[in-house]
């Protein structure tokens, strides 16, 4: 499931409106409808540890177009929060925060 890239308390805001939590997000990810995504931009860099209370975090951003089944192609920017969690064994990295919006107007 999508949602095992997210920590449990993330937060996705998609075009505006924000879902939290692995049950709400899995719920939103069931109802998307299949898609193909291209990406023409993608740039990443360190968040400082004062902005983040010591922990390792990388922002991504990324642009390009994405087309849903049963919609025309459309263009996207995303960013996402990414932060490191230690387990016993390695370091795994999960979204914190991923904010979503078309960059065009629905016609």
Known sequence: ALTRLYLDKATLVW????VSGQEE???????????EFQVNMLDCQPVH???T???TTVLVVTSGTVKFD???????????????QATP?????KIASDCFRFQDWAS
């Not at 997000?25 to 898609?35: A, H, I, T, V």
């Open 70 to 84: 049963g919609d025309k192609q459309r263009y996207f920017n995303q960013n996402f929060l990414l932060t490191a």
């Open 53 to 55: 209370q010591g922990q």
């Open 15 to 18: 075009n505006g409106n924000a």
């Open 89 to 93: 064994t390695n370091t795994v990295w």
């Open 25 to 35: 997000l899995n719920k939103f990810f069931e109802m998307l409808p299949s898609s």
């Open 49 to 51: 540890e004062q902005a």
